[in-house]
């Protein structure tokens, strides 16, 4: 669904990220709400210390809600101030999450997202980011920015596990907990051995509106609905398989190709050249519409997982590195010198790229509430269609981080990539991201 088509509006000339996600749940909202949960945890922990009453984390909360009842005599400018550095840290990490799908060192590399069955290679990165992440949190000389930038880049790997691998079709309902943390992550299928048939999948021809055609340059779209296309046996031995997708390079640059001695399983998208080859289709779950995502009707299971692996992050690397650590990782407690830059952003009226300040969620399953979240986000951009000014509101802009307005590519299905905004600078490079 694409808002400012459906609305009749002209889209904003920007380079936008976050409008056409539609009812999908975006990877930086998994991001901050598995950070939410995480950093509940930290303040409930901490109140519990203290002998005070925790009844009041009961519920959903947003961060400033966290802050409001850690600080019951904060008045709400001081609750934003004390909150702001750590938003703004959420912030990084939330684009460096989105950027993953963008830049051109990992937007095609398998190993960054867990394509092509490349699951040794993607568990290998996630291990070696994981390192890095401790490693800087432990040095107390070190500067944090990279650690936070690395973080995005491991939550992203660390989420499209569950969208793009078969785990939720095997019928797990909890998190693969190796992820990361162990080499060995399950059994995963053989590289002669077929894990997907192109029965059950139904091609779907439909007309594109104006983005459609600016970002995809082709019209009729074509692309699958796929029903129990991965064979019986893959799933019912648990073993691990993940989609080819066209255009993908190896760590080494070189071409990564769906086989065609062995019926492989595709990524599937309407950008997807090998959803046309047998197997037709694909198995990803990127997204809550056919048009990027075969397996769209279990979109919001893989998210929920992701959301679940993103908090069990942030646990394990507060155990890690402890407590006060964890603190100056993410500012929690910030420093004068925080707090004065922190005053004078707010002064002039700094907007996050993506974080959203009424993004709430709860410690229990149960508080997911998607249809809110999704609410929300339809609601800023529409409030940016309209041009209205509020500091409060996320621009969904990383025109200024080198993306380029014409980049369509299969892993930025669900982003709004529009406008005619020139790039201000390229910053999209391996050694400046180290994603």
């Not at 008045?75 to 750590?86: A, R």
Request: proline share 4%.
């Amino acid at each position: 669904m694409c808002i400012s088509l459906v609305h009749g509006f002209i889209p904003h000339p920007a380079v936008r990220l976050g409008g056409q996600a539609g009812e999908s749940i975006t990877h930086t909202e998994q991001a901050q709400l598995g950070f939410i949960r995480s950093l509940t945890r930290f303040f409930l922990d901490s109140q519990n210390e203290k002998g005070e009453n925790t009844d009041k984390f009961q519920g959903e909360h947003t961060i400033d809600q966290l802050y409001q009842i850690v600080h019951p005599d904060w008045t709400n400018e001081q609750v934003k101030l004390h909150s702001y550095p750590l938003k703004r840290i959420v912030d990084t990490f939330q684009m460096t999450d989105a950027l993953v799908d963008l830049s051109p060192s990992t937007k095609n590399l398998p190993a960054a997202h867990f394509d092509s069955e490349s699951f040794a290679e993607s568990n290998h990165r996630l291990m070696q980011l994981r390192k890095k992440i401790v490693d800087d949190a432990n040095n107390p000389t070190i500067n944090l920015e990279k650690a936070r930038e690395r973080i995005g880049s491991y939550l992203h790997t660390l989420q499209d596990f569950y969208s793009h691998s078969n785990w939720i079709e095997m019928g797990k309902t909890v998190i693969n907990d190796r992820l990361g943390l162990q080499e060995d992550i399950g059994p995963v299928a053989g590289i002669e051995q077929a894990t997907c048939t192109s029965t059950g999948c139904k091609k779907i021809q439909s007309q594109c509106n104006l983005l459609q055609k600016i970002i995809l340059h082709k019209c009729p779209m074509e692309y699958y609905d796929c029903r129990n296309n991965i064979l019986d046996d893959v799933n019912k031995q648990g073993l691990l398989t993940s989609g080819y997708m066209s255009n993908q390079f190896n760590g080494k640059d070189e071409p990564v190709i769906k086989p065609t001695s062995v019926v492989k399983c595709s990524h599937g998208s309407v950008m997807d050249k090998t959803s046309h080859q047998e197997a037709i289709g694909g198995i990803n779950k990127d997204t809550m519409t056919p048009v990027y995502s075969p397996h769209f009707y279990l979109h919001l299971d893989a998210a929920k997982l992701a959301i679940d692996a993103t908090e069990r992050f942030f646990n394990d690397l507060r155990k890690d590195i402890g407590d006060d650590n964890f603190d100056r990782l993410f500012a929690i407690n910030p420093t004068d010198e925080q707090l004065e830059k922190a005053k004078k952003s707010l002064a002039e009226r700094e907007q996050f790229h993506f974080l959203t300040s009424t993004l709430s969620i709860g410690l229990s399953t149960s508080d997911l509430n998607f249809e809110k979240t999704v609410k929300q986000r339809l609601q800023e951009i529409l409030s940016i269609l309209f041009n209205i000014k509020d500091p409060t509101l996320p621009t969904y802009d990383l025109s200024d981080y080198g993306v380029d307005k014409t980049d369509g590519n299969i892993h930025s299905g669900s982003l709004l990539i529009d406008g005619s905004k020139k790039v201000k600078r390229r910053y999209m490079t391996r050694h400046n991201h180290g994603l």
